[in-house]
């Protein structure tokens, strides 16, 4: 059973700190992976789409792939009050299936 | 470009009766899925159509669960009859090939069972 992981939380930050997300896989075969933001009662909208290993930067947002300890992490710096939301981890099992985490909450206090 | 688009956006129906939810995906996207949510889980693929064939229905309920994509484009979700524990939030996506692609996810519709 392919699985990905993440802390369920919620995860608390003060405003304007970094806000640190991870998320971990078990298929060494995986190539893509994403994150997603959901607000409660609304779907999940696409932050971040990683391909290979190292860092990709948007904005205050920034992705972090390590492939070989099999671990996804999202970096959001400068929090604000509206970052608070449920982040949703998910990767691709070879090219058909998308597997996803059960979401960190996160809650950015004033 | 338009998104995708999903109806209704509540439904409240008694355990036993039948529901059904529309789904319109972005144009030219060629692989539509649908999603449960339940309140603190991740979403659960509960069937991907690659234009109008099924890629995976493995978690689809058949006894009590159906779906098509009748020419490549919209698709139907239907539930007949009914459980409690089918209140979730039922979720449309699509993606250009399905490969290793992000999904755009529609507005859900929300589906209390009483």
């Known amino acids: 059973q392919k699985e990905v992981e993440q802390n369920s939380g919620p995860l608390s930050v003060p405003e304007g700190a970094i806000a640190s997300l991870n998320c971990t896989y078990s298929?060494?075969?995986?190539?893509?992976f994403f994150w997603y933001r959901q607000y409660s009662g609304k779907s999940p909208e696409l932050i971040m789409s990683?391909?290979s290993n190292g860092d990709k930067e948007d904005g205050r947002f920034t992705a972090q792939l390590n492939k070989a300890s099999q671990y996804v992490s999202l970096l959001i710096r400068d929090s604000q009050p509206s970052d608070s939301a449920t982040y949703l981890c998910?990767?691709?099992?070879?090219?058909?299936?998308?597997?996803w985490g059960a979401g960190t909450k996160l809650i950015i206090k004033p | 470009e338009a998104g995708v688009a999903q109806s209704p956006r509540y439904k409240i129906i008694e355990k036993r009766q039948s529901v059904a939810f529309w789904c319109n995906p972005i144009?030219?996207?060629?692989?539509l899925y649908w999603y449960q949510q339940i309140l603190g889980q991740g979403p659960k693929l509960l069937i991907q159509?690659?234009?109008?064939?099924?890629?995976?229905d493995s978690q689809l309920p058949k006894d009590r669960f159906s779906a098509e994509r009748l020419k490549g484009v919209d698709s139907t979700l239907k539930i007949q009859p009914a459980k409690l524990e089918d209140s979730a939030v039922y979720l449309c996506?699509?993606?250009?090939?399905?490969?290793?692609?992000?999904?755009?996810f529609g507005s859900g519709t929300q589906l209390s069972v009483l």
């Open positions: 298929d060494r075969g995986s190539q893509s």
């Open positions: 990683i391909y």
């Open positions: 144009s030219g996207h060629a692989t």
């Open positions: 998910a990767g691709w099992e070879g090219n058909y299936q998308l597997i």
């Open positions: 996506a699509s993606s250009l090939s399905g490969r290793n692609e992000k999904l755009f």
């Open positions: 159509f690659q234009n109008n064939g099924v890629v995976d």
